[in-house]
């Protein structure tokens, strides 16, 4: 019988002595938010910053721990990171020219992962070592087996403040190279500022969720403001990317037992948690919480079979047609696809199911229409118009799938702000979108 105490014994380590095991040219992969590993990586920009390192790349997603290589452009070329999905740190590092991004849909990381090249290394976050050796990845388990089957080698960052995901990724001590035992507090979201138009967006979805739907949720005020409006509701599910702390309010109040759901009954699903320190102690030890790859969770093949699907997410803007870009402003980078066309794909395949992509009117003291005649020049288009299903402002409710471009056009002025109805009435004339 193997003693794992031994072999834990033997593969403890520093972060220091992790960071100098590192060579110039590696590729280091790690998963999202807090599965970071932070103190390994301050490490390592120690090395960079004394031109020890070159040519090491990193790869992210939205990533929370404030890294050094997106923060001090003097490590460019040193460690440089790549981003999946930008949080606010990879967000300034692609704009000013010191990071790059990979489009991707979330769902497909794992399988690019696989058919990419190797990783030189691995690092996660995980929880202490169980007494059949097993570490938990914790609060996240979005590609992180793909990226262990793609690794040379395995660092830890063991963290007694990571929760113990008993439905979630596992890695055996056999299957690391090294660790270094850590307590730091996780990352929180701060909470979202919860205004009149957020909740006046929040009850128009609301009124459209019947009991016993299954409900994604994405990042932001209107999201929350979802969630918030549906604790009179009944036996809703849960099977999101990411799970939040209006998730756990639904289910501590009741309005989300599981008990509908056509597939993981009796289970929340999602692929990675982040918000406040309750949603890290709800997970903890918890078999109500299933924390499964993203190729899974977010395949809309998958998201499908459950019943009235229920998607919400946010966008910066919206044409005529019905193009949503959620993650530039213009030619400014800010985050990436993420799950967005998944959930949208997949509440709109659901039986019953509806897809809302939810945002205030407008910008900058309403001077600026978020529903534009055309998409600003350079804008991203993150959901096409033939996915797209219900866009939804403080001013109504539109549905444009299988809806004409005329049609779609009369119902985005009618939930435009009032301001911008008259323009983008004549620019729809002019271009001949009103017939």
Known sequence: MTDFGTLYEAKRSTAEDLAARVESGWLIGMDAAVAGAPCILEALAKRAGKDELKGVRIQTLLDVYPYPFYADNSLFGKLTGEAWFSGGGARKAVNAGFADT?????????????????????????????????????????YSPAMLEKAKRVFLEVNDRQPRAVCGGQIHISQVDGFVETSYTLPVLPPTKQDAISQQIGGLIAERIQDGSCIQL???????????????????????????????????????????????????VTTFAFGSQRIYDYIDDNPGIAILPVDYVNDPNVICQNDNMISINAALEVDLWGQVCAESVGTKHMSGTGGQVDYVRGATQSRGGK??????STTKNDTIS?????????????????????????????????????????????IAHPNFRDELTFEAKKRGILI
């Open 355 to 360: 897809s809302f992509i939810a945002f205030s």
């Open 102 to 142: 990979i489009p991707n849909y979330y769902r497909d990381c794992p399988g690019l992962i696989r058919k990419g090249e190797d990783y030189d290394l691995f690092i996660a976050s995980v929880s202490p070592m169980d007494k059949h050796g097993y570490f938990s990845l914790g609060a996240t388990c979005s």
């Open 218 to 268: 994405g990042i932001g005020a209107i999201p929350d403001a979802v969630g918030a409006a549906l604790t009179a509701k009944h036996d809703l599910g849960i099977h999101t990317e990411m799970f939040t702390d209006s998730m756990v309010e639904l289910i501590q109040c009741g309005a989300v037992n599981n008990s509908k759901k056509q597939i993981h009954r009796g289970q929340s």
């Open 370 to 414: 978020k529903i534009k005649s055309t998409l600003t020049p350079g804008a991203v288009v993150t959901t096409s118009k033939n996915d797209v299903d219900y866009i939804v402002t403080e001013f109504g409710v539109a549905h444009l799938r299988g809806e004409s471009l005329a049609s779609r056009a009369r119902q985005l002025i009618a």
